[in-house]
């Protein structure tokens, strides 16, 4: 029995080992792919960022919901963080000589007289016009109505005048009614009064002009250590955002109001005082209020002084807003509002949408200051890296031209090739049919 086991056991120690042939067939049959490549390769890291992306549209989804259904709270908040940034730099000034409590209390009593004075009564002044207003722009629509379909009578093509009269008529009659007049204020607190939002707003705003940058280092104690600094660059951009785009959009305002009044004025324009409100107003809508505005004007022109007043009017107003857009404006407010013209209607839309006029009004220094943070955290503050872009875009189509060229050479090249083959084969055809002959 001994024998047997030691010969089994020589057996077995002296088993062959297996060919490597052999191994690397039985490796072979291992599959290549791992869980964890699942998620490494390409198709890995781009379901990842995906699902990220997801998670945050959706986080941002249900805070924009939270906001529209909280709009007693947040609108006056918004608008007082808004206010307070533009005030700010008065209320640092006067800290030098004064305490915090006083400083607080002189700018805040101080744009509450100027601003509230001022604005009430103009805001009054246009409102006890805006039904004259409207019923002069009406009627200066329906003349340039006529004057068009006069133009257009002759031509193959038609308007439809049922239409434009229905959609004038829908517009007047929400125009002239109360809910218009109330809708612009109501927005403000959808589920509660004007008042009761007012209140809370001069209330949030002192207390951000007297505690703003206490409640500022308390948010800034909570975060982590390691990205406090890009968190205290983000809340100066939006203090500087903020506050230039108010004082911006405000002088740029100014400047609009008083153009077009002033030629208002000139030509005996009745009405000129509440249209330079209104222009005034328009303008803190980019792009759209004081054009809206200035065609306010010229329609109450041309019903009340005629076309070539109305014409008059028209150009004034051209020429205010292209001075707006190329000098003042990039001068006013080169870093307040450094976004494109379509990014910025499409904020003014989505604004419109969920928040009506206010909406309106709050949607670009929003998408302004969101962009801003955006750079911060993502470490593109570098105007560069679009013209960088934009040139290895452009070395990527020369590269694709040039292929193009190459690969156009190259089949000329083998059609020669072949063309050669196909001469070389019939002359030695010629040859074959000569030596029989």
């Given amino acids: 029995m001994a024998f047997f086991r030691k010969a089994s056991s020589a057996r077995k120690g002296t088993r062959p080992s297996p060919s490597p042939t052999l191994a690397a067939a039985r490796a072979s049959n291992h599959p290549e792919f791992t869980v964890q490549g699942l998620w490494t390769d390409v198709a890995g890291r781009m379901g990842i960022r995906c699902l990220q992306i997801l998670i945050i549209g959706t986080v941002v989804a249900f805070l924009v919901v939270g906001m529209l259904r909280l709009t007693m709270i947040v609108i006056p908040t918004l608008i007082a963080l808004i206010l307070s940034c533009a005030l700010w730099p008065l209320v640092v000034r006067l800290r030098k000589v004064l305490s915090p409590m006083l400083a607080a209390w002189v700018v805040f009593l101080g744009s509450l007289l100027v601003l509230g004075g001022i604005g009430?009564?103009?805001?009054?002044?246009?409102?006890?016009?805006?039904?004259?207003?409207?019923?002069?722009?009406?009627?200066?629509?329906?003349?340039?109505?006529?004057l068009v379909q006069?133009?257009?009578?002759?031509?193959?093509?038609?308007?439809?005048?049922?239409?434009?009269?229905?959609?004038?008529?829908?517009?007047?009659?929400?125009?002239?009614?109360?809910?218009?007049?109330?809708?612009?204020?109501?927005?403000?607190?959808?589920?509660?009064?004007?008042?009761?939002?007012?209140?809370?707003?001069?209330?949030?705003?002192?207390?951000?002009?007297?505690?703003?940058?206490?409640?500022?280092?308390?948010?800034?104690?909570?975060?982590?250590?390691?990205?406090?600094?890009?968190?205290?660059?983000?809340?100066?951009?939006?203090?500087?955002?903020?506050?230039?785009?108010?004082?911006?959009?405000?002088?740029?305002?100014?400047v609009?109001?008083?153009?077009?009044?002033?030629?208002l004025l000139i030509l005996q324009v009745p009405l000129a005082l509440p249209l330079g409100v209104v222009v005034f107003l328009g303008s803190f809508i980019p792009m759209v209020g004081a054009t809206v505005a200035g065609i306010l004007a010229t329609l109450v022109a041309l019903v009340t002084n005629g076309p070539i007043i109305a014409l008059i009017v028209l150009a004034?107003?051209?020429?205010?807003?292209?001075?707006?857009?190329?000098?003042?404006?990039?001068?006013?407010?080169?870093?307040?509002?450094?976004?494109?013209?379509?990014?910025?209607?499409?904020?003014?839309?989505?604004?419109?949408?969920?928040?009506?006029?206010?909406?309106?009004?709050?949607?670009?220094?929003?998408?302004?200051?969101?962009?801003?943070?955006?750079?911060?955290?993502?470490?593109?503050?570098n105007p560069e890296a679009v013209t960088k872009a934009k040139e290895q875009i452009q070395e990527m189509a020369e590269l694709r031209k040039e292929d193009a060229a190459l690969q156009k050479l190259e089949q000329k090249q083998e059609k020669a090739a072949e063309l050669e083959e196909e001469a070389e084969q019939l002359v030695e055809d010629a040859d074959r049919l000569e030596g029989k002959n």
Avoid at 126 to 142: C, H, K, S, Y
Avoid at 171 to 190: D, H, K, R
Avoid at 256 to 263: K, L
Wanted: net charge negative; charged share 15%; hydrophobic share 55%.
């Fill in 120 to 146: 009430t009564g103009l805001v009054f002044s246009v409102i006890r016009e805006w039904p004259t207003l409207v019923d002069q722009a009406v009627e200066g629509f329906n003349q340039l109505n006529e």
């Fill in 150 to 254: 006069r133009l257009i009578g002759d031509m193959p093509f038609t308007v439809d005048q049922e239409q434009i009269d229905s959609a004038v008529e829908t517009v007047t009659s929400f125009i002239t009614s109360s809910q218009f007049g109330a809708g612009a204020l109501n927005t403000l607190t959808a589920a509660g009064s004007f008042v009761t939002g007012l209140i809370l707003l001069l209330v949030i705003l002192f207390f951000f002009l007297k505690d703003g940058d206490r409640i500022w280092a308390f948010f800034i104690s909570w975060t982590p250590q390691h990205f406090r600094h890009k968190w205290i660059t983000s809340g100066d951009r939006a203090l500087h955002t903020f506050g230039g785009y108010i004082r911006g959009t405000a002088i740029v305002a100014a």
């Fill in 316 to 381: 004034a107003v051209i020429l205010v807003n292209q001075l707006e857009g190329n000098f003042l404006q990039p001068v006013v407010m080169a870093q307040a509002l450094n976004l494109h013209a379509l990014v910025i209607l499409m904020a003014l839309t989505a604004g419109t949408v969920l928040g009506g006029i206010v909406g309106a009004v709050l949607a670009v220094p929003l998408t302004a200051v969101a962009w801003g943070i955006i750079k911060v955290w993502t470490e593109r503050e």
């Fill in 256 to 263: 609009d109001a008083i153009g077009i009044t002033a030629t």
